[in-house]
């Protein structure tokens, strides 16, 4: 696959509309509800064919997210042991990459990634991803105070679909983020999420329900207001384009990490809205090149009783949807 084949500026064809509206019609059912079925229409799944070449290039079977049409492969670090602040954290607390593979229009197949790597680790796969004719459109940290120092770093192309899976599966090789560089993960410790946390409770403070892997609840909230577009291609939840929170530790004594997906008007609100709430805002960043609407990811970080964490997180959640005439007005 040349480079040419994936040149931004010619395959970077971006446009979208995005639905502004207050936060109560963002988050009642049934207005997401209509958003998601309009947003739905998210073109052809990949054949079995294609899904078993990304998964014999990667080492690694994926996953199918049937209603976003999207293919995706999930990437821990298994080989790394995290402490933050000294206080080892496990790796689904944020130390996850993942692929996800998606048809496009035009019959060819886009894939955005989110790479785990040390920090020696990143130029090594900045040069590979190159080689392989593959976009890198972001780098940055998540988290403060991490032991070993953890950077992400997203890559894009677009292409046939296997040969972009193989191209994906050579631009990682050199880090141990490819499966075959993996160790399987280690049995989980001591008690899971349902023990540690009372999850009902952070259901009902976040306004969503979360998923559980091993000692980490995980919330995870996508943007049914927006249409967001790149690579001529709707992008969703799955690839992405969502805020979330992660719990670990204990009810009493717990940690929270997240990210925020929000447009440039919504992001001082946002900021201001964790500070409030003594929760630390860790990084400021895009994740994407050529989005439309702009979306701009923000990631944070707090300690305490987990109810009270949520809380924060709620209500950096409550300030998106409520921007839309500072929106307007950058339009």
């Known amino acids: 696959m040349s480079r040419n084949q994936i040149n931004r500026r010619?395959?970077?064809?971006?446009?979208?509309?995005?639905?502004?509206?207050?936060?109560?019609a963002l988050w009642s059912a049934p207005e997401a509800d209509a958003r998601r079925a309009r947003a739905a229409s998210t073109g052809a799944m990949l054949t079995t064919e294609e899904m078993a070449a990304i998964d014999q290039a990667l080492g690694k079977k994926g996953t199918v997210v049937a209603d976003q049409a999207v293919y995706t492969v999930p990437l821990p670090r298994n080989d790394l042991k995290i402490a933050i602040k000294g206080d080892p954290v496990p790796i689904p607390f944020g130390f996850g990459g993942w692929v996800a593979f998606k048809k496009m229009?035009?019959?060819?197949?886009?894939?955005?990634?989110?790479?785990?790597?040390?920090?020696?680790?990143v130029n090594r796969v900045i040069s590979s991803a190159h080689a392989n004719g593959l976009e890198v459109t972001a780098i940055h940290n998540h988290f403060f105070y991490e032991e070993p120092r953890i950077f992400f770093m997203h890559l894009h192309g677009h292409g046939?679909?296997?040969?972009?899976?193989?191209?994906?599966?050579?631009?990682?090789?050199?880090?141990?983020?490819?499966?075959?560089?993996?160790?399987?993960?280690?049995?989980?410790?001591?008690?899971?999420?349902a023990e540690r946390f009372d999850t009902a409770k952070l259901t009902q403070i976040a306004g969503h329900e979360g998923t559980a892997n091993g000692p980490v609840y995980k919330v995870t909230v996508g943007r049914p207001d927006l249409r967001v577009m790149a690579m001529d291609t709707l992008i969703t939840t799955a690839m992405g384009l969502n805020s979330w929170a992660a719990f670990a530790g204990e009810r009493d004594r717990a940690h929270i990490a997240g990210d925020i997906a929000m447009l440039e008007p919504e992001v001082n609100p946002v900021i201001h809205a964790l500070r409030q709430n003594k929760l630390e805002v860790v990084a400021l960043h895009h994740h994407m090149l050529g989005e439309s609407p702009r979306i701009i990811f923000l990631h944070y970080y707090g300690t305490g009783p987990a109810e009270t964490l949520a809380q924060g997180f709620r209500a950096a959640l409550d300030e998106l949807g409520k921007h839309g005439a500072a929106l307007r007005s950058h339009g």
């Open 105 to 121: 229009g035009d019959g060819g197949t886009m894939f955005m990634s989110d790479t785990v790597l040390q920090q020696e680790e």
């Open 160 to 193: 046939q679909t296997a040969d972009l899976a193989r191209a994906y599966a050579e631009a990682i090789r050199p880090s141990p983020l490819l499966p075959a560089n993996q160790p399987p993960p280690s049995p989980p410790s001591g008690p899971g999420a």
């Open 10 to 24: 010619d395959l970077l064809r971006s446009a979208a509309v995005a639905g502004t509206m207050g936060a109560t």
